[in-house]
């Protein structure tokens, strides 16, 4: 179950970048699960990875290698996070480098890992082993489709997005891929999102920028609140365009910035619209707070109360489940006379009381959309902010209780 209709738009591929996608048996027989990435000897990679304190092995390798040199591969595996796993975890996803490292004839730390999939599980290291010669035989650089398929997990379709932009006299390309359905609250990133670029970046810039674009879009969303052991995100610029971002005048260094954010933003957005059991998509925006912080706090707080996304799938219009959410956000001398609370253009509070004009009636038929707006009005400041997230549904129960059977 998804909200809304699958991406389709052109891919556009990515010079200096080739991917495949093969099937391993990780744990299912018949789906591509084992994805390959080679990027151009050039590259420069930038790379935020989950805060969650039990992270997985491949986190902590991935981490570890990106500050020796820039890599030249991906390897990427589901079905299996290789997360609670202890030192044996680390040695198979060091030795899933390894593999890569001697058919692609480079240094062990210029391949990163990831994985995602079942936590607590031994991963099925020699299965990986089995397949990377053919994944090798497969890399190409139109590969996005059958990449973006085989970094799945619960997800019921693929996250790609895609844009190319004029700068000076060339076409820079960006093109990014995301996976992620549940154990979604990302307090760096997202469950796992690769995007790529054919411009030329710095590496300190780079990682300047991913940290702007991913707060600003993955650190926005949330489905159950749960961090995983295994989020990372990561940038990649191949230079292979020749377009220097430093040598952009400022209108078309604020497209380059202004498109990148978009992609990462449709992204995040895709992940929540297919989030597990999910029926409907929820934008809560809050404005007029003191500072971001108590914006994000009363946003989150609303999003990811179970109360109100419960009544959200049931396109219930019971705003004190709102108003109580609001009230239990940890911010100090919030004046209630001041709030205001909309669903849509329909006003429901004003001032801290129920609206003169509300009806039921009328806030209804706007629940039952699969896409709903909730507005806060805290009237004691000038920031914003948006958090995006999901109704609360029976099937997110039945996955989730299903997961490991």
């Known amino acids: 179950m998804a909200v809304g209709v ?3 738009s052109e891919v556009h591929n990515v010079a200096g970048v080739k991917l495949a996608a093969v099937k391993s048996g990780i744990r299912y027989t018949d789906r591509l699960d084992l994805v390959l990435i080679e990027l151009a000897k050039d590259a420069n990679v930038a790379g935020v990875f989950t ?8 986190v902590s390798i991935a981490k570890s290698h990106l500050r020796k040199a820039s ?3 991906f390897i990427i595996n589901t079905g299996n996070a290789n997360a609670g796993t202890g030192k044996t975890g680390k040695e198979d996803a060091l030795n899933s480098c390894r593999f890569v490292a001697e058919i692609g004839k480079i240094p062990t730390h210029q391949v990163l890992p990831f994985s995602t999939g079942v936590i607590g599980e031994k991963l099925p290291i020699e299965k990986i082993e089995a397949v990377l010669p053919k994944a090798f035989s497969l890399l190409e650089e139109s590969s996005w489709r059958e990449a973006s398929l085989g970094i799945l997990t619960t997800d019921t379709r693929p996250k790609l997005v895609s844009k190319k932009i004029r700068l000076r006299d060339d076409w820079v390309v960006i093109t990014g891929m995301a996976k992620g359905s549940g154990m979604i609250k990302p307090n760096m990133a997202t469950m796992l999102s690769y995007v790529f670029t054919d411009a030329i970046i710095d590496e300190d810039v780079l990682n300047q920028i991913l940290n702007q674009v991913v707060n600003k879009s993955f650190n926005r969303i949330t489905i159950d609140g749960d961090t995983s052991t295994n989020d990372a995100c990561i940038l990649t610029a191949t230079g ?4 220097a971002i430093s040598d952009l005048n400022e209108e078309d260094t604020l497209r380059f910035y202004g498109t990148l954010e978009s992609v990462f933003r449709q992204l995040a957005i895709e992940l929540i619209k297919d989030a597990e059991g999910a029926t409907k998509f929820i934008t809560i925006q809050v ?3 003191l500072n971001k912080s108590e914006c994000l706090e009363v946003a989150y707080c609303i999003a990811e109360s179970p109360l109100v996304k419960t009544a959200l799938f049931a396109s219930d219009p019971n705003w004190g489940r709102i108003l109580a959410a609001i009230g239990r956000a ?4 919030l004046d209630l006379s001041t709030i205001e609370i909309s669903i849509g253009d329909i006003k429901i509070i004003s001032k801290g009381e129920v609206d003169d004009l509300y009806t039921e009636e009328l806030v209804q038929p706007l629940m039952e959309k699969d896409e709903i707006t909730i507005s806060i009005n805290l009237g004691r400041g000038d920031c914003n902010e948006v958090v995006w997230t999901s109704d609360l549904s029976h099937d997110y129960i039945r996955i989730n ?3 490991r059977t």
């Open 287 to 289: 404005d007029q707070g």
């Open 71 to 73: 890599p030249r591969y």
């Open 240 to 243: 292979a365009s020749k377009v």
């Open 401 to 403: 209780a299903d997961y």
């Open 330 to 333: 940890e911010i100090k001398n």
């Open 6 to 8: 699958i991406n389709s």
């Open 51 to 58: 805060q969650n304190i039990f992270c997985a092995a491949p």
